[in-house]
């Protein structure tokens, strides 16, 4: 059973901006890092930005870094994207993800995963 379902993506123009909600389920994850993940086809799935337990620490990667914002609602359990000015090379399918482990930030090796939600951006 799948803990963490995304929402949001769609077909959006360059210069245009999106949303992406991941809202958790059978479980919470007020305590856990939360995280996005993006994979473009033909490429391997990258780092876009996560957000520890408490919603005061966010991390980006670089190519998203001032465009991108993530951000949390422990209440409804939901960790969401907020897409600016996005550009052609953002297309990609979107994957949130949750730290295994309580009150830590990370990068890497995010344990349970959604389904993701694609992201096309036209130009």
């Known amino acids: 059973q799948e803990h963490l379902v995304e929402s949001g993506g769609g077909l959006v123009q360059a210069g245009g901006s999106l949303r992406l909600s991941c809202a958790a389920s059978g479980r919470t994850f007020s305590r856990n890092s939360m995280a996005w993940f993006r994979q473009a086809p033909g490429k391997e799935r990258e780092f876009v930005a996560a957000i520890n337990w408490s919603g005061g620490s966010r991390i980006y990667s670089d190519s998203v870094k001032g465009r991108f914002t993530i951000s949390r609602d422990n209440a409804e359990d939901t960790v969401y994207l907020q897409m600016n000015s996005l550009k052609v090379e953002d297309t990609a399918v979107y994957y949130c993800?949750?730290?295994?482990?309580?009150?830590?930030?990370?990068?890497?090796?995010?344990?349970?995963w959604g389904q993701g939600t694609q992201v096309t951006v036209s130009s």
């Open positions: 993800a949750a730290d295994r482990f309580e009150y830590r930030l990370i990068r890497h090796d995010y344990y349970y």
